[in-house]
């Protein structure tokens, strides 16, 4: 194995990145002053009176997510209008001078423990860019008023476990644009909420580059260093809310990391992606799109190549004026969580029997892939590249697709595989593949079999499987 290819074998997930991976499925909420401007970007100028939900309910935010099987929300606490959702001391423009709750309420507070009360994860978004602070441009005077607002948000509202930062990067209200100290808002995150992973202008989770939706064909989370400040360097940020720039996709961006990719890239780097965009058009809830909700059909297909294509899937759900959910938007997600229990409900490998054309030891058998314990894997010996597990069941089975995991605490290896099934005696493949990561979930026409083989016909060292699982689409 050439030499690049055993560096990118040993890259690994640090403890919070694997946690977050595991999280696969979470919302974005966009709220604040733009909500009730009918805007997208504010402008900063805003009375903080504007702000007045009238019917805010935190609790119905989290039903609504759970019914989706999300595991998480993040919520945009500032964007760049500036406008705090919480009672900032750094800032006269936040909820304290709101009509809401007679600038006695923290929208913060009030989500960050329905959350917990739910069971579910608790992110945050604060924008670096902030078109309301008389000293944005000033560098360091506003990197310590930025710091300041992060320690504001990552001490007293309990565990924190996405810090979200964009890369729109425009003028402030002097007219100067702002150099961030990104190193020392990094550090003080690490201080204050280590188990946090820091997002896309962070070291530890990447943008899959638009907000469409679209997804790469191979998704991988062993790329080239210099990734990790793409999204930092103000040439290439957004600078107009011109409803292009985030929406655009690039063909020459779609190879990240395959072997042609790292070969001469330099230092590699773990870099899971997240794939991010809104269920309705707007980012901001607008009454004139409540009857414009993405379909069930396209959230199925985002989050099948998002969260089946190794990466996981941040969807955004706009609250309107009333500080709730709109009534189409949570049918929608009702919907798309029945869908998605009846699609992945029934796992018909826990009733097969696996073998492997070779396993490593007693404790790297092929079985240990039809266990839901994460740390027990099957691989095979040093120096095989190229091995094949194998389903037998007692009787045939109707499958449309079949999920595959490698135990990724040992890296990303896999780099193609094929899916055959045997018919008159003879291995039919009827799926190939190339990157399997975290997860990777094979879709195809349904099939009748009594048998499936999985071979690894390509690795970076040896490759391995923590998980197989075999379904077919039940009706919800």
């Known amino acids: 194995m050439d030499r690049f290819l055993e560096d990118a074998a040993v890259v690994r997930p640090s403890a919070r990145q694997l946690a977050w991976q595991q999280m696969e499925f979470y919302a974005f909420i966009h709220f604040g002053m733009n909500t009730f401007t009918g805007r997208e970007w504010g402008t900063g100028t805003e009375d903080p009176k504007l702000f007045n939900p009238t019917n805010f309910n935190a609790e119905q935010w989290v039903a609504a997510c759970k019914s989706a099987a999300m595991t998480g929300l993040i919520l945009t606490c500032k964007h760049h209008d500036g406008f705090c959702l919480w009672p900032s001391k750094l800032t006269d423009h936040c909820v304290r001078n709101s009509s809401w709750k007679n600038g006695s309420g923290d929208i913060v507070r009030e989500v960050s423990d329905a959350c917990r009360a739910g069971g579910i994860k608790f992110g945050i978004y604060l924008s670096p860019w902030d078109r309301h602070e008389a000293c ?4 360091s005077l506003y990197d310590r008023f930025f710091i300041g607002q992060l320690e504001e948000l990552l001490t007293p509202y309990g565990p924190v476990f996405s810090v979200w930062f ?5 003028e402030g209200a002097n007219g100067k ?4 100290d990104w190193d020392a808002y990094y550090a003080t995150i690490r201080q204050l909420q280590p188990d946090a992973v820091i997002s896309v202008c962070g070291p530890d989770t990447r943008w899959c580059g638009n907000e469409a939706g679209h997804c790469r064909r191979n998704e991988w989370s062993v790329v080239p260093a210099f990734l990790r400040d793409i999204e930092k360097i103000e040439e290439k940020s957004q600078k107009v809310d011109d409803g292009q720039f985030s929406r655009r996709i690039t063909s020459s961006d779609e190879d990240l990391g395959s072997r042609e990719a790292i070969h001469q890239a330099g230092p590699l780097i773990w870099y899971p992606a997240e794939v991010n965009t809104s269920i309705r058009p707007s980012w901001f809830g607008h009454p004139e799109e409540d009857s414009k909700v993405r379909s069930l059909r396209e959230l199925l297909e985002i989050y099948f190549q998002s969260v089946g294509g190794n990466a996981t899937f941040l969807l955004n759900i706009p609250p309107d004026t009333r500080g709730r959910f709109h009534e189409n938007d949570t049918a929608r997600l009702a919907e798309l969580g029945d869908a998605l229990r009846a699609a992945l409900g029934k ?5 097969a029997t696996f073998t492997a054309t ?9 079985e240990n892939a039809q266990s839901s314990d994460r740390n027990s894997f099957w691989r095979p010996c040093d120096g095989t590249e190229c091995a094949a597990v194998t389903l037998e069941f007692a009787e045939e089975h109707v499958v449309d697709k ?7 605490v040992m890296g990303q290896r896999i780099e193609s595989f094929t899916l055959s099934r045997k018919e008159n005696g003879a291995w039919l493949t009827f799926f190939s593949g190339e ?6 979930i094979c879709r195809f026409s349904p099939i009748h079999t009594n048998s499936i083989r999985i071979s690894v016909e390509a690795s970076r ?9 075999a379904y077919r689409n039940e009706s919800p």
Request: contains cysteine; glycine residues 12%; hydrophobic residues 40%.
């Open 347 to 351: 796992n018909l490998a826990t009733f």
């Open 435 to 440: 990157v399997v990561g975290y997860k990777r």
């Open 136 to 139: 944005y441009g000033d560098s």
């Open 166 to 170: 964009d890369g729109a990067c425009g």
């Open 177 to 180: 644009r702002q150099v961030h």
């Open 461 to 469: 060292g040896f490759p391995t499987l923590a998980f197989v699982g």
């Open 402 to 408: 079949v999920m595959l995991m490698e135990h990724i």
């Open 358 to 366: 070779e396993s490593l030891d007693e404790a790297h058998q092929p």
